[in-house]
């Protein structure tokens, strides 16, 4: 029993794949979702990629695969690999269950799912076990994903004293007038084309930094959207060029220049800086090409001890303490069942890693002023991986990959977090103002 919208189809020209991928992340940006940009190529034939992006949509909904084959079809994250090797048939139904998220999630991905039809798959099929792909009746859709709520033992007590959602509570014209918003931003997001200006600052020299009082709260969000482009954009460009044989040093400094971030005309050249920041951060980059959850435990333990070498007597915050004991909790939890690959718990784990480094960046600076636009970004950042974690809570219960204990200690650990987060973020504005 579930809520599960299916979709697939055919890109009609893969070579619009980047224009692709750069729409969807607008979208993710704009909604606060989770993006990432993936390449993967076949060992035997590099050729034969797998583009496309993975998209955390809304808490509590599963991924969204929009990851392409090399034949142009929509394929699932467990199909990667026969994709890479040429053993798909035929284009596979992709699944995404919403029941456990909000009803806007689910109105969000089939407006996703249209918008991408129109412009980019024309043959895309969908099937909607709410029925609003075929009817866009919200009130049917409602009450859907209730009665599965509802009938899935445990799970509505736990969304009544835990507050994932709160639709059934709220008046149907708030409600729909917030679905109407939704829509809204799906369609104007994705019709746009995907280069924005840059984030213009009031500040003499351009940079935002000179004073801790300039740039207001909507520069800073775009300056941090601006910023998660241009990450996705390079790493997509670095996987292009090792597949095409570059070493990590070559794609790089290669990538650096194809999204025209060193080596501009009339500037003076930073490819060795470039350099010298990637063999800093070597180590790091071959972590990039193992499952991160598998050595989580030992990075952060890592990072206690480099630390204690550094010679640092200051303590860290106490909310990133609390934040990184959380990350240590839920993998054991996963080590324990044998799940650290489960779907679920990478998409809580990863929600879990954005809550420690937005807070990271905003709290960590005990030696160092932080620009208090940046830290109001990183604290929104932080509470965006706290929902997108706190969401995924409730389709592990259901599928009894948590017992009720650590479901109820979960919920409490994320949402004390989140309240303090959001206390955090109360006194930063306030400080701005004042």
């Not at 412009?119 to 009130?139: A, I």
């Not at 044989?245 to 005309?265: N, Q, T, V, Y």
């Not at 160092?368 to 965006?384: A, C, F, I």
Request: glycine share 8%.
């Amino acid at each position: 029993m579930g809520v599960t919208i299916s979709y697939r189809g055919s890109m009609a020209d893969i070579e619009r794949v980047e224009d692709f991928e750069d729409r969807v992340i607008d979208l993710a940006l704009e909604i606060g979702g989770h993006v990432r940009v993936w390449r993967s190529f076949c060992d035997d034939d590099p050729q034969r990629a797998v583009r496309g992006v993975i998209l955390e949509l809304y808490p509590g909904q599963d991924t969204t695969s929009l990851l392409i084959s090399p034949e142009g079809w929509l394929i699932n994250l467990t199909e990667i690999e026969d994709a890479e090797q040429g053993q798909l048939a035929d284009p596979p139904w992709c699944f995404v269950k919403t029941q456990f998220g909000a009803v806007e999630g689910h109105v969000a991905l089939v407006e996703l799912l249209a918008a991408l039809k129109r412009e980019y798959f024309p043959d895309l099929q969908v099937r909607d076990e709410g029925e609003y792909w075929e009817t866009r009746d919200l009130e049917r859709l409602r009450a859907k994903i209730g009665l599965v709520q509802a009938a899935i033992e445990g799970l509505a007590e736990g969304l009544r004293r835990h507050g994932l959602t709160a639709e059934a509570a709220e008046d149907p014209e708030i409600l729909a007038a917030r679905i109407e918003r939704v829509a809204q931003t799906v369609q104007q997001t994705l019709a746009r084309v995907p280069e924005h200006p840059p984030v213009l600052w009031d500040d003499d020299s351009g940079d935002g930094y000179d004073d801790l009082s300039d740039g207001t709260e909507a520069q800073w969000d775009a300056f941090f959207k601006e910023q998660r482009r241009k990450q996705e954009r390079l790493h997509r460009a670095i996987e292009e060029r090792m597949a095409r044989g570059d070493d990590h040093h070559e794609a790089f400094d290669g990538a650096m220049r194809d999204e025209g971030l060193i080596d501009l005309p009339g500037e003076p050249s930073l490819s060795d800086v470039a350099r010298e920041i990637l063999e800093a951060c070597e180590d790091e980059l071959d972590e990039l090409d193992e499952p991160w959850r598998e050595s989580l435990p030992d990075a952060i333990r890592d990072a206690d001890e480099e630390a204690l070498d550094d010679g640092c007597d200051d303590e860290r915050h106490p909310m990133i303490e609390r934040a990184m004991d959380l990350h240590v909790r839920l993998f054991d939890i996963a080590t324990a069942i044998g799940q650290q690959a489960n779907e679920n718990f990478q998409c809580l784990m990863g929600g879990a890693g954005e809550m420690l480094g937005g807070l990271s960046q905003a709290l960590g600076g005990r030696n160092y002023e932080l620009p208090s636009g940046l830290g109001l970004v990183q604290l929104k950042r932080s509470l965006r991986g706290a929902a997108f974690a706190f969401g995924m809570l409730f389709p592990l219960r259901a599928d009894g990959l948590l017992t009720p204990a650590e479901f109820e200690e979960l919920c409490e650990t994320i949402k004390s977090l989140q309240d303090d987060i959001y206390a955090e973020l109360a006194n930063l504005r306030e400080a701005r103002e004042g």
